[in-house]
Each structure stands twice: as C-alpha cells, then as structure tokens.
C-alpha cells in the first residue's frame, strides 16, 4: 500500500487547461473520489497519476517515491477503466493470469492466485468461460480481478460502472468497495455520478473547471458548499441572491437577517460574512417542512406561497411553490407526501437549516495546500524536491 501525493499538477493541451495547480494527498489506504461534470479534469488527472499523460507541471509521489517521469508500466498500478477491455479469446482464468504471465511469476503461483482472485470477486468456478458468455457486471469483475492479481500499490478507477444498467451499477459500486477495503489498496476513482461518489468514498474531490473547489467527506461537502458551484452541483438547492442586513440574538440563538429575493431570512452566522455583504443563499428541498396554517414557531424561517405543481416520485413528492415571486421545491417524504398529491392553492413552509455563501466566492484548492507548501511537504523530511 500507498500513500500519493498530487503536487501543483498542470495539463495543458495547447491553449486549454485541462488541470490548473491541483493538489491532492491521498492516505494510505483511503478511497479518494474525483466527483465533476464531464470537461472537469477528473480523467486527466487520473490517467497523470497513471503515467498515461505527462503533466505540463507538477509532481506525483507514492510514497517518498517521486513517480513523475517514470513509465506506466514502473509505476505498478492497477487501472480499472469504463470497459472491461478484456482479451476475448482467453478464458476468464487466462485474462486474470496475464498481468501475472508478463511479470514472470511461476506456473504454480499463477494458478494458486487466479484461483484466490476468482474467490474475492465472487466468480470461484468461472475460470474456463469465455468473456463473452459473462454479463457486464461479470466481466468487469473479471477486470478488477485481473488489476488486484498484480498486487498494486495504487487503484485507480475511471468511471467503472459507467457503461452498466442502474441496477447493476448499484450492486457493483458496494462490491468495488467492499474489495478495496478487505485489501486496503490506496485508491483513486472518477465518477460523474453524485450517488456513487458518496456511497463508497472516504473523501470527495469535487472538480471544476480543471480545479479543486472542495475536498472532504461527503457530510462536510453536501452539509457545508464551501463555493457556489459545490453547492448547485452536489444534490438539489433552491438558490436566492441576497444581502445581510444585520444579527438578531445573541450566542448561540444568535443568526444573521438577510434581504433575499423578497424574503427575510436567518441564518446562522459565519466568520467571513458580515453586515452588508452580497451572499448567495441555498435552501436544501428536503429541508422544506409544510407546516399547518398559522404554525411554525419552531423555525427560524416561516414563508407563504402558492403551490404551483405537484411530482409525485414514489418515495418522495416534489412541491413546486411560488414563494414572493419565484418558485422554490420543497421535497416531501412519508405519509404527508400521499396528502399533498391533490393539493392545491396556499401553504405554508417552514426551515431552519440554509447555506449561505459569499457572492464572490471564487474557484480554490479548498481542502488542499498551496502549491508552494505542498511541494515543500511532499519531499522526505519536508525539504523540497
């Protein structure tokens, strides 16, 4: 096992910036998902730790090991890509014992591990079919068996489950993880998908444009969007344009009033916004309670709309409701969400709990060091390489 560490790395092809000063340190051991829309860098970032591009600027380490000019092949990864890409004249044993065939291990040793391997990924008894007679999910276990043969120091996962039917991917996602926690592999894994990322992740790297804009678990990243983007690309949000007004109370009851969009709002207060600072305002849609008529002490925020639509979507139902001239989603789950199909006209909708951000929040390595100090704590003993 591994630990690697992502230091200023850069990509450019020409004039477009694929990846600009990512930074990144990965513990051994960890599950560390690069979650981004497609363009974000996620892939070209990964194929760097791989050795399969060349950044323009940076450097990679596993280790105290600086692995930045050394070839694919010198690295000893295991690279699980979108597509089994499995040789389809060998067997499922032949595909699994090839990685082993190149490096010189005897006959016997190869035939004891392909055996172990077909047992870990659940296909002991699979070894003389053909990949073609082996589902998706199958065949990309298979995959992975024949990355874990090497015995790699790093994993790298780009956007495995891709290619497989929900169901499918749902089932495979825990198995990945399952694998990688019983081996303790240090691990790398892109995916576009929300709900994989934070299923199996012990971090998540949220990519955009090239860049980091937060790293952190998966509470930290849904709870507290440390930017706009995070806070409109990971789950729902009703998003307002506002201005903080003043404080009301004091300690722990104490909140910061905002003029959003025609509303009056509270929140609880953060140390980078004060009075007269423009933030941005988001509202979780599960976070949304219809409240009876004339109650709502309990909540900070009590708001009247008109319910414009109703989705109902089995376990949840989505209210659309026009709220001072904008639509604002409320997600309504249980018994209630069976009552509110039919309904119609006013309602009333209480929440404690928003975001609030800065309006000129910018595009940052949060989470991550600047590129000078992590060159300087990337080398042994903290000197720079």
Known sequence: MSTVRLVGITKHYGATVAVQDFNLQVADGELVTLLG????G?????????????????????????????????????FVF???????????????????????????????????????VGLAGYGSRLPAQLSGGQQQRVSLARVLATDPRVLLFDEPLSALDRN???????????????TRKTAIYVTHDQSEAFAISDRIVVMNAG??????????????????FVAEFIGANNGLTGTV???????????????????????????????GDQVL??????????????????????????????????????????VAGRELRADISGSQRLTLIQRQGKVRLGFNDLTMIPAGAALTSAGSESASAAIANAAPGGTEP
């Open 37 to 40: 829309p497609s363009g974000c």
């Open 42 to 78: 996620k892939t070209t970032t990964l194929r760097t730790v791989a050795g399969l591009v060349e950044p323009s600027a940076g450097r990679i380490w596993f280790d105290d090991q600086d692995v930045t000019d050394l070839p694919p092949r010198k690295r000893n990864i295991g």
């Open 82 to 120: 979108q597509t089994p890409a499995l040789f389809p004249h060998l067997s499922v044993a032949n595909n699994i014992a090839f990685g082993l065939s190149v490096k010189g291990a005897k006959k016997d040793a190869i035939g004891a591990r392909v055996d172990e391997m077909l047992t870990m």
């Open 168 to 182: 499918l991917r749902d089932t495979l996602k825990y198995s990945i993880l399952d694998l990688q926690r019983r």
């Open 211 to 228: 860049r980091a804009e937060q790293i952190g678990t998966q509470t930290d990243i849904y709870l507290h969007p440390q930017t706009p």
């Open 245 to 275: 007004t003043g404080t009301d109370g004091a300690g722990d009851e104490a909140r910061m009033v905002v003029a959003a969009d025609g509303l009056t709002l509270r929140a609880r207060p953060r140390p980078d916004v004060r009075a």
């Open 281 to 322: 305002v988001y509202l979780r849609p599960e976070n949304l309670v219809v409240l009876p008529d004339g109650d709502g002490a309990e909540y900070d925020n009590v708001v009247d709309g008109t319910i414009d639509r109703v989705i109902f979507e089995g376990p949840t139902a989505q209210l659309r409701v026009d």
